[in-house]
């Protein structure tokens, strides 16, 4: 009797049918995915027809279909593998896995799905966008093959990590204050380092590294950490260049004191400078002395001999140097720092083309 038979040994054409809101009760994997995972607040835009899910933190992106597909032949490959059948999509959205963390796909998608004002269209001066933001942007560019993306943030990092000394010191003022706890860099520059190194972008080299001069040795071997919660470190072959080029910044270091102590000691000036710089030179209670004894100690050669003597405040009887004695050692600085930038790629054993040389 069919009664006394077990219902699994019938053959399937013969098995009760399963009722169907049993079956729409138990959601598929790709469901699962998207319920399970957190939805972004910016970018669950509800008439967006793919979902974008991030495999770290699951975090799942409502965006739109062809506006991606259009700016990034990646993602239009990958979306065209996507289905849009019932079982692998989403509320009818096709859904699409990254091997990315939300914070870096945020980054690019507030660029290719801009909800605010273009993130590389900003005013003269205005402030840059966040080494955060163009780390994923470069990083995700660089991935999915956004060349021209990649070229704008690439083109604003070279403002900042420039080839000319004059240049640099449009971005950075020559007379910023000495060495002090508030200007020495922060670890940014591995990153900086890390990104050149990714696009083969060797002009951001050499500021990069040169700004590595300001920070303890210590602080350069923990590494930087990326929003996104990796901890970036310098490859052993850079983390050997920024050792090893600390003699040359040590040894530059101390030509320059020396020099700027004989320019005291030989100035001939008739409104008596000389004794002035000398007292300034013998008088500087400042770490610039300290760092020269430590040869992998932090660097000094980025201090400014010519803003100490203008803004030392202990002159005998309150009466600084002279305009034109003032110049002398503005201009000898200028010499100094124009053979130290001139000689920056060969202290890190880097070749980048088109360095400037010294003038001749
Ligand atoms: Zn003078």
Known sequence: MADSHCQDCLPP???????????????????????????????WLEDGNIILVTTLRPTAFRVYKALLARQVEAFADMFASSTAQESESYQGC????????????????????????PLF??????????????????RLSHKYRIERLQEQALTVLKDQYCNTLNAYDRRVSVYAPPVSESCIPTTHMIEIIELARLTDTTSLLPVAFYETQ??????????????????????RGDLQRCVNSRAD???????????MVRLADTVTCELGCRPTLIHFCGGLDSDMYLCLEDPLGRD???CSWSWLVENYDCYPDGIAPCETCI????????EDREKLWARLPWIFSIEVPGWPALPT
């Open 13 to 43: 054409n013969k098995r009760p049918r399963v009722n169907p809101e049993a079956v729409d009760a138990s959601p598929t994997p790709v469901v699962r995915l998207v319920q399970d995972a957190e939805r972004d607040e910016e970018f």
């Open 94 to 117: 096709p859904v699409v896995q990254l091997a990315d963390a939300p914070e870096d796909l945020r980054h690019l998608l507030r660029v290719l799905v801009p909800t605010t004002d």
């Open 121 to 138: 269209c900003r005013a003269k001066d205005g402030p840059l966008p966040t080494l955060h933001q163009f780390s994923a942007i470069i």
């Open 214 to 235: 300001g920070m303890l040795l210590e602080l350069l071997m923990d590494g930087w950490l990326r929003e996104n919660g990796t901890v970036v470190h310098l490859s």
């Open 249 to 259: 910044f040590h040894n530059a270091s101390l030509d320059r004191t020396l020099r």
């Open 300 to 302: 000094t050669s980025q």
């Open 327 to 334: 110049a002398k050692v503005r201009a000898q600085e200028k």
